[in-house]
């Protein structure tokens, strides 16, 4: 049974206990403190561990059900369940590197466009740019397991990332940046799933023909002062790739 004397819930925060004890315990699955097949606490054992009621146990644990990460074995427990496929991180906010490692796959990245650029309406609206300020675009193309995977595109206010252009976004981790060197931290998104047909610039990266199919991802992220911090999108081959999502009747 997993060990979890190291976790510590805030009771004076103004974070819901059971989004604490989720967080907690996703980034404890993440990191491989807790490994694919661990069994859980029961939500009874949790309350006495951690001095929470039954309903804040059930709810976190429920949400990780939704989320994949974690399962119930009737007759046996609640068990620690490893995503398989990427459509499992449709409704978390990982960033790609820590999605990979847990699906176990090789992965590299190529920075192919960064520039700083005006904000248009558009992104003035998303990211509730003031007049006038400059958004860094970043263009990079992952690959997984050598084999093109998405091309993706990220627009960051200055204001809230004033100097991110010294930073090396192939190599290192966008959202690891935020958190590190500016102590801003992703905790929720808008994603919009959209289908779209492949332009002479993805046929070419992709190796496919022009006209074929695209899945067309995009994300506005927001961080823990619910300021959007990051507009991105992505495009993958519609051909190639598929999206599993469970569905529960609550």
Sequence with gaps: MAELSGLYLDKTSP??????LRQALLE???????????KLPTEEELCDQLGISRPVARQA???????????????????????DTRGRFMNTQLSFAKEMGILGKQHHTELL???WTDGDSVLAGLLNLKAGERCYHIK?????DKKPFV?????IPESIFPGIEQYDLAESSLYGVFEKEYHVKVMRARRVIRARTADAEFAELFDVQPGSP??????VAVDQNDRPVDFSKEYLDGLSQKFEFDVVNQ
Excluded: D, W
Excluded at 28 to 38: D, F, V
Excluded at 66 to 73: C, L, T
Excluded at 140 to 144: D, E, G, S
Excluded at 214 to 219: D, K, P, Q, R
């Design 15 to 20: 974070m819901p206990l059971y989004e604490q």
């Design 28 to 38: 404890a699955i993440i990191s491989g403190k807790i490994p694919e097949g661990t």
């Design 61 to 83: 644990y429920s949400a990780l059900i939704n989320e994949g990460y974690v399962e119930r074995m009737r007759g046996r427990g609640t068990f620690v369940h490893r995503p």
């Design 113 to 115: 466009c960064q520039e």
């Design 140 to 144: 990079r193309m992952r690959y997984v």
């Design 151 to 155: 091309l993706a595109e990220n627009y």
């Design 214 to 219: 695209v899945l067309y991802i995009t994300n």
